[in-house]
């Protein structure tokens, strides 16, 4: 290209810097001083004190060994503490690790020791389960003990975190990593199988994933989010750092029960939310069996499944506007959102349903959206019913796996990040996922969803939960088997009336051929581990 | 910092592209494809067509020999063809230069041969000037015609715009610049004095000022922003982008007439428009006076001068919701945005009024806003009465200026982009415009603002325009003299009165000396030519 473009306009101190969401309460912090940042329990921080603290973190964590590159894990609730790590540590140029607090102590402990955890700040609700996640380490992390319900530490932590916050520099002059490539968090996947991925994320993908939200959510200074979503997912799917962006209010929130939601909503006039479908429907179950009604519209962004025809119903009736969203941890959280067309609103509910059970589409940060065809490099055609491997590119994608460069090839090989989910491509450009890629069953040459078939006993008024896995078949190599979970309290059901069930809403040779009653096997973010129950109808 | 964090985790085509606002419109076209992208007269184009078109150019013009790096100029007014370049151009790594429609053949040939235009796209209705503008020209660029009133080239063009489009590829596969660094827009400024110099834009800050703007604003899918402002200026302050970005509708403008616009507000239901004071000022007039009043609100993004307060009483009563900022064309339009806090709707006109005036705080992309103290590297403390130069720190400030290493050094001196504006920093962080550096006058050692004395002037119910400048005085060095035109139909007013009301409202040594009542000189784009003001007093 021609030179003139470029002679003497070389990047400078002025016009550029890293992108990074530390920068977002910065500018917050400068223009909403005395708006409320946080609320926690029966305390807030107001923008300017957020900062403040943030500020003091980071220059304690500093003073006390952490530097750029290192990694310092917490092990909190939804709490202050957890939001203020999402930019102290980052100040520095260290990498957060939010533990999921569900964890056994054998993951903790590989957690601890694979992402090289230099500083440990944890609740000391979980001081025993501490305690025994560190007792076979030869060098364990420095311990930070975040006392609230738990007391304080009983010898086990040296440093109390309101003390080693006191200590710091509330006016710490913190600087952008030169880099934005720079790692910012770790984050370890819940496999149900093997040993958890650490996936790393960068600066420049944290400020893009907060901007993305913040524009699809519609966030504004007039924002209140609360925290039913574990921050430990993904970084709070990123709101951790959106909220803060459009400088809205965090209300912190360390266990999910509806009356603590409800109050909550009421008392800080809540207009946005996120969970899993767990969260939910419980929920939606609850605030309708005590009659109770939102009194402004409020957001629940919902990822993981889609929400039936029922639970958008109920959701209109009660006062909540459901987004269905898709995403993975390796993508920062939410990728893909089902944005509403104009001409849904007129819909019947079920048409509705069926609309916003698709994922939908790409969030901006996403530059592609595609469904591996049959031949490597092709993709599907969008005709709705071509399944293939959900492709996804963009910004918003992670830098790769820690210490683990094959599943980083792997993960991204032929300039796509591959997501192990089978989906279709319709032909408005909506995605919709089939099914996990190890979950599909081959029943004589046909792909069978098990997806679909439990959408299928999902509608059944007596089923709870349900989960379909591959069963060895002689003749059809696999079929189809269910398992079940029944509601308590409600007459029971047969296997006989179960498969008929399914033989009247699918085509025939989907329905399974065996039924078994029992409770769900699960990992500690509530996913139902099918590898358990394969192992278990192969006899392992 | 620790190796493990960055070993096989580089950037790949998967988790890394460039950031650019192309991509806005290939999503909205994916997303809202049904959706109206603009408005043209009687003409709409969903946002597949609008996609279409621009792919079909960047087609057509690759074919007549645009290549990454050449500049493509074009003389329109706010039309769908000069939006279909935002696009069409950046897809090919080429550099759009859209040219201020009011200015002379001399700086249009100045520009054209400066920016090196390998093509010019114009509107026939300005072919005489073009005409005359190449006449002089060795190596004159291609022409494209764009033939809407005035018709079809008389024999200048020799390519149509439209039929050049229509030889192009509607699924022109564009792919991103390779560099987010790349440059995409040239844009002249309108200097007072000297010749225009040439700010470049690039990729990173277009997408970024446009993702800034649309959340800024509030923009959603739901917005439908009329182009009240030249897209000639600063890319129409990257709203060309921002608003394709969040899959708003565009309604172009090619005149700025009231009946015009308040056709437009209600036939599309306009929610976001942006202007100089004197647009507003014509609006508001216009629609008091034939007592119109808008349906529903509509923002308006204010850039040139702080809203008085009975123009923010008028726009309140008119449905106008008026939103003061700040920007340069060196940082891509609005830089400073006067974000509203809660208390403030309760104050008074006049008190809201004093707020207002104050251009801001920082949007999103900018780091820093800080005012140059009385010491080099040193910082004006924020008390609402220290005077320095305002300065900038972002990642939406220009590349630089182009073939000019002089001027840019000059510029980003100190890795602070130094505006040339005067300003203060108020305890709230909020900045305040006191008058341009080469505007101040300095009178027996004492900083006298001129607009702070204009402020005054147009409080006066008689003045229509004031401007005052530094008249030489042997005693005092310099002192101010005042340039008045007064309303039309109105009992004059002499000079004795105009220097009281001054000194009733200003202290006394800050009034002016002189009044003289005339027309005053103006650039291309309306600013006040001080200079000439000043020579004239000067006696040159």
Redesign the interface.
Known sequence: ??K??????E???????A?TPV??LK?SA??F?D?TAVVDDDMTLSYSEFYARCRALASALESAGV????TVSVLCHNTHELLECHYAVPML?A?LNAMNTRLDAATLRFILQHG?ARVLIYDTQFEDLIREVLAPLGDPPRLVAVARQGGASQGLARLDYEQLLASGDREYPWA?VADE???IALNYTSGTTGNPKGV?YHHR?AYLAA?SN??AM?M??QSVYLWTLPMFHCNGWSYSWGVT??GGTHVCLSKVQPDAVLRRIRRHGVTHMCGAPIVLNMLLNDFHERGERLDAPVQFALGGAAPPSAVIQRGQELGFDIVHLYGLTESYGPSIVC?MQ?DWQNLAVDDLARKVARQG??L?AI?DVAIAGARKGEHAPADGRTMGELL????T????Y????AA??EA?ED???HTGDLAVMHP??YVELKDRAKDIIISGGENISSQEIEEVLYRHPLVLEAAVVAMPDEKWGETPCAFITLRHGRDPVGETEIIAYCKAHLASYKAPRKVVFCELPKTSTGKIRKNVLRERLNGA
């Open positions: 290209m021609a003139p473009f470029h002679d003497g306009l990047p400078n101190p002025a016009n550029y810097s992108l920068s977002f500018r400068h223009i001083r708006r530097a750029a590159g290192d140029g990498v090289g952008k490539w720079h790692p790393v993908g901007m913040a524009m519609g504004s200074p962006a459009a944005v104009d589409v790409g901006y530059d996804l590119r963009g910004n994608l992670m830098k790769g820690l210490g683990n460069p980083t090839r991204f300039g796509w990040y408005d450009g």
